[in-house]
């Protein structure tokens, strides 16, 4: 069950990524731009207007695609986003940032 949730995640995630954007998600991570986090949801590091949209609108639609996930599988969403930002952080292509455990943002 913890691994079809976990392939849900990170299709949803990755359909995300491929939405139309001025800036994708894609792009951001590779310019050093947003970083993934343990919680699940990515982090804004450049902290300019298209940065800071591209993180609200990319942690919106996750939120919501983790509450779903969470109440077909009668687990919390933080559960869920938790699971999501473990495996995000593991996934992140090399140059991408990541914030570790201790709160401090890692080049990966």
């Not at 800071?52 to 695609?65: D, M, P, T």
């Not at 996934?91 to 943002?105: D, M, S």
């Amino acid at each position: 069950m913890m691994k079809t949730i976990l392939k849900a995640v990170l299709l949803t995630s990755l359909l995300m990524s491929q939405q139309v954007m001025a800036l994708t998600l894609t792009e951001a991570r590779q310019q050093g731009r947003v970083g993934e986090t343990y919680s699940g949801y990515i982090a804004p590091i450049k902290q300019d207007k298209e940065t800071l949209a591209l993180v609200k609108s990319i942690n919106e639609a996750r939120s919501q695609n983790y509450q779903k996930l969470a109440d077909s599988n009668n687990i919390s969403a933080n559960q869920v986003a938790e699971l999501a930002g473990q495996k995000l952080v593991a996934r992140a292509q090399a140059g991408e940032y990541v914030r570790g455990i201790n709160g401090q943002w890692m080049k990966k």
